[in-house]
């Protein structure tokens, strides 16, 4: 188990993680945060082990049966909450993790944000307000999803509990 003492991760570079099928919400929060979170509802429990441990990850999880059963992860962390908002707050206060990467990944691919180089070549893609407010946007290099600051955000920023500079 890792405890807050434990030094998987520095200032330099953040921890990445593993979720397991028990906590793939969670795993979502995480990249909202910026972390880089991967998942794989096809994988066996056992395959996402050896990925975590291959890739030097922390493997996260609610199994309690997990070392009876599985190969042991390098890396574990035990998520004793239910609720995945309240799952997040405990991994954020276990690894004191900050926020300051917040909005840089893509929720789906996992893969960091890239600026958008021109706005109106999304119009089709980005509902006209945005466009209209300047909104500043990104986008995913891998599935090309586009992404921006409205008010979802704000309020998962709220939901999740998160302290994000003002841009």
């Known amino acids: ?3 807050a003492s434990d030094r998987i991760h520095s200032e330099f570079s953040p921890p990445r993680f593993t979720a397991d099928h028990m906590v793939i919400r969670l795993g979502r929060y995480l990249r909202l945060a ?3 979170v991967f998942w794989n509802r096809r994988l066996r429990t056992h395959e996402l082990i050896a990925l975590s441990n291959r890739d030097g990850r922390i493997f996260l999880t609610r199994n309690r049966r997990l070392s009876q059963e599985y190969p042991r992860p390098h890396h574990l962390l035990y998520v004793a909450p239910e609720h995945p908002v309240e799952q997040f707050r405990f991994v954020v206060r276990q690894l004191r993790l ?3 990467y917040a909005f840089s990944r893509c929720v789906w691919c996992n893969l960091p ?3 958008a180089p021109d706005p109106e070549q999304l119009r089709d893609r980005v509902p006209a307000d945005v466009l209209d407010r300047k909104l500043p ?3 995913c290099p891998g599935c090309g999803r ?3 600051k409205g008010s979802h955000v704000k309020n998962t920023v709220r939901r999740l509990g998160l302290l994000i500079p003002e841009d």
């Open 98 to 100: 900050t926020t300051e």
């Open 137 to 139: 946007l990104q986008i």
């Open 34 to 36: 910026g972390y880089d």
């Open 146 to 148: 586009v992404y921006w």
């Open 113 to 115: 944000l890239e600026a």
């Open 1 to 3: 188990m890792i405890s």
